[in-house]
C-alpha cells in the first residue's frame, strides 16, 4: 500500500471521532497509525433530492479519512436506492423509477461537495458494474450467502414474527451493498448504525470474492429537532444543508438544550478544546440559549460562509412570530387521517398512517394515537406535523 507523507500522530482520534463502533478496530488503527492509505467507501442511496444535517454526520466521517491522506470513495446507489433499503423500517419501501433515482443522486453531489474535497473524492455510481451483471453472475452471488442469515436481521426477523411481508428484492440490497465493497476494493466501509448489518456482510462477501474483509466504522443516528426521533424529512424535524440561513438558523436554535453538544460533535467542526469548554460553559450555569447560539451561527457559516449574520437572524425572527396558518375546513366528522389530507399536512391517508406510526402527528400538542380515529374539527384546533408544519383550523 502507498504510506502517507508526515503521518499525523493525531490521526486516530482525529478520524475515529464520534464513532459508535469499528470492527477490527484493532486492525484499522493499526493501519491508520502506520500510515497505510486506506480507500474508504460511503455508499448514499439518492432516494430524496435533499440532504439534511443527519446525511452529514458519516459524510463529515469521509471527510476526516480525506484530509488525512485516504482514498474517499463515494459510492451513488443507483440500484439499491431502486430496491429500497428496509433497514430500520418494520415495511417495505416503495421502489422508485430511474428517473427518480438519478435526479436526486445529481443534487446528492451537488450538496455533498459543501462538505468533501470534490478533486480529492472517487465516484462511483453502481451501473458501472450492475448493468454489466448477468444472471449467472447474479446466482453466484447469492450463493454466498444463506437466507437463516440473512434473515436474522433485525427488522426481517421482526417482520416474519409478524407475518409482514419480506420481499425477495429486499434480501437482496445488502448483497448488492456488499459487491460495491469487492467492485471498490473497499479497506473501510462507513455508515450509520442502522447499515451495521449490511457492512458486517461487505466483510463476508468481500472474503468470498477473495478480498480480505474490510473495516467498518459505524457513526451515531442524529436526533431530530424533537429530540426523540432520527432525523428525518418525513417528521419535518431536520435541518436541511441546502435551506436559507435563517431558516437554518431559525430551526437550529430549536434543538433540545440535551442536544447542543451532539450537535456541535457530530455537525460543527468544533475541536476537542472547544466542544469541552462549551461543555463547561453549560454545567457552570451558562444559558443555553447562548451556547445554541454559538451553534447554530456554526451550522449556518459551514453552509453558507458569506451569509450576514445580523440579516439572517432578523429574518428567522420573522419566521418565529408568524404563527400558525389558518385553514378552512368543512364542519363534519371525518377520521383524523382524512383531516389531516384536507389540511394539506399530509399527501395521503397512508401517509398520515405512517406518519403516526413515527409519532410524527399531533392534534392540540398531543400525539396521535390511531390515524382512523374520528373527530369532529372546532376553531381553534391545532394541528401539527413534525416540529414546524403547524396550522390553526377555521371551520366553515
Do not use: C
Amino acid at each position: 500500500m502507498k504510506k502517507q507523507q508526515n503521518l499525523d500522530h493525531g490521526a486516530w482520534e482525529a478520524v475515529t471521532s464520534g464513532a459508535v463502533e469499528i470492527v477490527d478496530r484493532a486492525h484499522l488503527k493499526s493501519r491508520v497509525e502506520r500510515g497505510d492509505r486506506l480507500r474508504v467507501k460511503l455508499g448514499l442511496d439518492p432516494t430524496k433530492p435533499d440532504l439534511h444535517l443527519g446525511h452529514t454526520v458519516p459524510l463529515r466521517a469521509l471527510r476526516r479519512y480525506q484530509q488525512h491522506g485516504h482514498q474517499a470513495v463515494l459510492i451513488i446507489g443507483d440500484w439499491t436506492a431502486r430496491i429500497g433499503d428496509p433497514s430500520g423500517q418494520n415495511v417495505t419501501r416503495p421502489q422508485l423509477t430511474k428517473d427518480d433515482v438519478d435526479g436526486a443522486a445529481q443534487t446528492y453531489l451537488d450538496q455533498a461537495w459543501k462538505i468533501l474535497d470534490e478533486a480529492e473524492t472517487e465516484v462511483r455510481l453502481q451501473s458501472e458494474w450492475f448493468d454489466k451483471m448477468r444472471l449467472e453472475d447474479v446466482v453466484q452471488l447469492t450463493s454466498r450467502y444463506t437466507v437463516a442469515r440473512m434473515l436474522a436481521r433485525d427488522d426481517f426477523a421482526k417482520r416474519t414474527k409478524e407475518g409482514r411481508p419480506v420481499g425477495m428484492h429486499e434480501l437482496l440490497y445488502p448483497l448488492l451493498q456488499a459487491y460495491d465493497s469487492v467492485a471498490v476494493k473497499s479497506d473501510l466501509e462507513l455508515g450509520g448504525t442502522d447499515q451495521t448489518f449490511n457492512l458486517l456482510v461487505g466483510r463476508d462477501i468481500q472474503e468470498a470474492y477473495g478480498q480480505p474483509p474490510q473495516d467498518i466504522q459505524t457513526m451515531p443516528l442524529l436526533e431530530g429537532l424533537d429530540g426523540i426521533q432520527k432525523m428525518s424529512k418525513s417528521l419535518d424535524n431536520y435541518i436541511g444543508i441546502a435551506e436559507s440561513p435563517s431558516v437554518m438558523y431559525r430551526k437550529a436554535m430549536s434543538v433540545p438544550d440535551q442536544l447542543i453538544l451532539r450537535y456541535l460533535q457530530l455537525v460543527t467542526d468544533v475541536d476537542s478544546e472547544q466542544l469541552a469548554a462549551e461543555a463547561r460553559a453549560l454545567r457552570e450555569g451558562a444559558n443555553p440559549r447562548d451556547v445554541k447560539q454559538r451553534l447554530a451561527e456554526r451550522i449556518v457559516r459551514q453552509f453558507h460562509p458569506n451569509a450576514e449574520t445580523t440579516e439572517y437572524r432578523e429574518e428567522s425572527g420573522g419566521f418565529k412570530s408568524a404563527g400558525p396558518a389558518a385553514i378552512d375546513v368543512g364542519p363534519a366528522e371525518r377520521t383524523i387521517a382524512q383531516l389531516f389530507l384536507d389540511a394539506g399536512l399530509v399527501a395521503s391517508k397512508n401517509e398520515a398512517r405512517r406518519l403516526v406510526g413515527q409519532k410524527g402527528l399531533r392534534v392540540n400538542g398531543q400525539p396521535v394515537r390511531s390515524a382512523d380515529d374520528k373527530l369532529i374539527p372546532i376553531d381553534d384546533m391545532v394541528l401539527q406535523r413534525g416540529l414546524h408544519r403547524v396550522v390553526r383550523l377555521k371551520v366553515r
